[in-house]
């Protein structure tokens, strides 16, 4: 892409606030960031949550979701897998998969036109597995060997499914999800 997507502007804020916000909004009480590239400034940028490293930025998602994992607190029951550039995904999403989880989902992965997305949510009866998830296949082998515990979820917002791997796909969803254009990008 060319830039530092957590800290790009999305609204009035950056994409990571904005993701943030909404698993607050949502009623999410502890809320960790996985840092590897550019931590401090993400430190310096980030109030009101704990932090894990990942001290190789390059590695499977399976890593930073295993660091993220162990700081949860002991009495943790479940954890949302969200990540950094779906800053558009409503708090009302992210309740509505909540929940889900309440009423005894193991593992909720919300979907739009059969389309999964982001964030899951894994019951911690399966934190042994999310501390030792597969380098090749990740998530998906989690929930290829529990498929009775799967919930696929509808929901009504298509901004689960969109992140943003191109400067295009950012100044689109830029657009669609604030009304406004997203700024120029930063001069090399």
Not at 60 to 85: F, H, N, Y
Not at 93 to 103: A, G, H, L, N
Not at 145 to 153: I, Y
Not at 157 to 172: G, L, N, V
Request: proline content about 9%; glycine content about 6%; some cysteine.
């Amino acid at each position: 892409m060319g830039a530092f997507k957590p800290l790009l502007p999305f609204g009035n804020k950056t994409v990571i606030e904005c993701s943030i916000d909404s698993l607050r909004d949502a009623g999410v009480e502890t809320i960790v960031v996985v840092l590897g590239h550019r931590a401090d400034d993400l430190r310096a940028k980030l109030t009101g949550v704990r932090f894990a490293i990942n001290p190789d930025p390059d590695s499977e998602m399976g890593a930073s979701i295993a660091a993220g994992v162990r700081e949860l607190p002991d009495e943790t029951q479940a954890t949302l897998i969200a990540l950094a550039d779906h800053p558009a995904v409503p708090a009302a999403v992210v309740s509505t998969i909540i929940d889900e989880w309440t009423r005894g989902a193991r593992i909720v992965i919300p979907t739009w036109q059969n389309r999964g997305g982001h964030p899951v949510l894994v019951d911690l009866s399966l934190k042994p597995e999310l501390l030792n998830l597969p380098e090749s296949g990740g998530l998906r082998a989690l929930f290829d060997s529990h498929r009775q515990a799967v919930r696929r979820l509808p929901v009504n917002s298509p901004f689960i499914a969109r992140d943003m791997d191109t400067w295009d796909d950012y100044t689109t969803l830029h657009l669609e999800a604030t009304g406004k254009p997203a700024p120029e990008p930063p001069r090399s």
